[in-house]
């Protein structure tokens, strides 16, 4: 390994490389993830340009060393692990827009691209990547979906583009499909064209309280059967409007610890209008109360702010020496309320602090629990508490995470959720592109 | 092969299985088609259960019996026939609604099922899937994106779900993306559940002319870097308005013989108001006339029928023994003006006939140029524009396929557009899954 490091340093200068120890825990361990593993990856290479990581996969190929891609570090799975050790290659060097087809309405950008950064440095052009994410999932699906085509370094150092640059395409396999979302298990993405879409003319958020999750849920339920423009809508449980009231934070604002929606509607004017009227005419009809909507840029970034800040006021707010265990699995829709509400009542039982926060158009669900990590009862309570949860979801046909991957974390419950036949399908797909098992081995599922 | 046949139509029942040379001719040879090759099945096998596909993957696995799925037979690249003979697979047996889950916004269906009746018998629900192929693409996205899940029955006769039931997954590779588009070519699908969208309240369409083809290209690009909500905008040049207007229907009206575009709107009465105001404000700037909106739902019906017959009217006005090539290709947004014009222009200059149809909103346009395939020069000038346009295409960062996908007829070009080294990447997946290449062999790439 030591050999095939020296020849990287060799080749992209001492720069791009450390063995520096703090460096290398940064890139093995983070706070947020829960799933962590005892062994290090032996240096950090950090590649300026696509030639340059099939350069390092040229070399670890050879020496048969595992290649663990880290970009923005915030997976929560252990996805950024090497349990194999082997070399972490950070795509922090990798942060540039490559062209802007203003006219074609699309972007190239390298992985360490952030998504508000782009969206500040296209404003100018009426454009925008809308994702904020996951929020607005509902009216824009998820970011796979603005995907247009990949440039991939496959584990043998070879470069592939997964298409061409138009907006549809059906020519041949979805290979960009298939990378995206593959955890760096299938090749290192070096470079992504993405789609955009017109800023929207006006956006305005409302909020509204409910007795119970239930109630919110049937709610929002009702608001997606109407062909209303939201773009997206946002739970958030009784907890977790505690928990931002008690950190502060939008704009002084005390908000009601009761079951809430958060709706984001985007449009022009007038349509805006109309829909806010219909959601407050199905909010009000379905139990819901104190519903306000924004009138100024002030107050929406005020009202959006809870939901922003949600996952650091958690984080904030916790007692010295806890941790936040943050999981979370997606099911049909229907059967929203009755999980909320049976994994609240479940942690509630095993005396452990949680809040809920759901992504109410997809069926997808946030649960954040807190608990000490030095104490094997309360360790063994969240993780009863997430295995429960996790379980429920697959025997209501949902999946075990709707947005934060497998990683190291999640393997066991994939088998359960799809199966032994399905994962050897995918193990057969891995297989035929990484034959030695390189690519951030160790993750989705086991060789 | 035949031995094979013979222990297929014991397993299934002879009404199962055909080896009539009219029902084979029907399975290897389409009117609407371009490539035809000289090989025909054996036999056709009407299973009527994703078991039964099992057991007929099974058998033909062990006899080494190319599978050839069959549906709606509409493909016009040969995606079809049977260039190494083998069996053709025909799921028009299989057109059962499996399941219907109304309050989760979602439907299993069988392949056989059509979506024009899908939507009728689910129609009192407000649901419906919000296919209009291929003109709803702008606001609704593509079929792929309504996929949740796939079941598929792989070479060797293994049954796999693809995933669970949610409307969002990371739950491990994205099979679903896989296996959809692959033209049987990976496994043969058996059921899908697909997502479901609310019928929206009110929909109208519009249409304009424009002086050119690019006046026309231009207004639909301001439309859409509005944020209005268009559910389709189509173009139609003024060939394709003069064959409609010989063939009669849009209700007796008489369309002007220019460019033309046809909005769809869809959302409530106030947005859409909204909206066409918009359009039309945009359409008249950018040198459009005779912009009219429908106001009924008889006038809706005549406007869009004279899309929906684009197609029908040209084969209808063809003059008795030449044939229609239909060829599509897609550019980014910015080159549409330019390879549309371009090939027009190539056309003619050949001494062909040929209308243009395009799905303005993602770049993706279709041909369809009149041929007498008796005659060696007009057969040769055929395939010399359709070469010319697609190779456009490619120099223009574009696919050769938009929507009719490889096939037989798109082979040569597809190496042309993604080089050998992706299709040698597709060409690994392919044989892991299905080392014997039975699937649907000699489609997309060569053996």
Request: charged letters at 20%; aromatic letters at 6%.
């Amino acid at each position: 390994m030591l050999k095939g490091v020296q020849e990287i340093t060799n080749a992209l200068g001492a720069d791009a490389v450390t063995t520096d120890d703090d460096d290398i825990d940064v890139h093995s361990y983070s706070e947020v993830s829960t799933s962590h593993c005892a062994a290090k990856p032996v240096a950090v290479v950090m590649p300026k340009s696509t030639e340059e990581v099939a350069l390092i996969a040229r070399i670890c190929s050879r020496y048969k060393i595992p290649m663990v891609p880290f970009a923005g570090g915030s997976s929560v799975e252990g996805n950024f692990t090497a349990p194999y050790s082997g070399l972490s290659i950070d795509f922090s060097q990798m942060n540039q827009i490559v062209a802007f087809h203003e006219e074609d309405m699309d972007v190239v950008v390298q992985p360490g691209v952030n998504w508000v950064d782009l969206n500040d440095s296209i404003k100018h052009s009426g454009l925008w990547l809308p994702m904020d994410p996951s929020p607005t999932v509902m009216r824009y699906g998820t970011m796979k979906d603005w995907v247009v085509n990949l440039t991939v370094v496959l584990a043998d150092g070879s470069i592939i583009k997964t298409r061409h640059r138009p907006r549809k395409s059906s020519a041949g396999y979805n290979l960009t499909g298939l990378f995206a979302g593959s955890e760096g298990t299938l090749g290192m993405i070096t470079e992504i064209a993405l789609k955009l879409a017109p800023i929207p003319e006006e956006r305005s958020v409302a909020v509204a309280t409910f007795p119970s999750v239930r109630d919110a849920v049937a709610c929002a339920s009702k608001v997606m059967r109407q062909s209303v423009q939201i773009a997206a809508v946002e739970l958030l449980d009784e907890v977790q409007m505690g928990v931002i009231n008690k950190n502060g934070g939008s704009g002084g604002r005390k908000w009601e610890e009761k079951p809430t929606l958060l709706f984001k509607f985007s449009g022009t004017t007038q349509s805006i209008a109309a829909d806010i009227a219909k959601v407050e005419r199905i909010s009000s009809q379905g139990g819901g109360s104190a519903f306000e909507f924004t009138k100024t840029e002030q107050d929406m970034h005020n009202f959006w702010s809870a939901r922003k800040e949600a996952v650091w006021a958690m984080c904030a707010q916790r007692p010295e020496g806890t941790q936040i265990w943050s999981t979370d699995v997606a099911v049909p829709l229907s059967r929203m309320p009755e999980i909320i509400d049976l994994s609240k009542k479940e942690s509630e039982a095993l005396g452990l602090f949680s809040s809920v926060l759901g992504h109410v158009g997809d069926g997808n669900f946030h649960q954040a629990v807190m608990y000490d990590p030095e104490s094997p009862t309360q360790t063994q309570a969240v993780q009863e508490c997430v295995r429960k949860m996790v379980h429920r979801a697959i025997e209501m046909e949902g999946t075990v995470s709707g947005e934060h991957g497998i990683g190291l974390g999640k393997k066991e419950c994939l088998i359960e959720e799809l199966g032994q036949h399905t994962i050897s399908v995918m193990r057969t797909l891995k297989r035929s592109l990484d034959p030695h098992f390189l690519m951030n081995p160790g993750k989705i599922f086991d060789p």
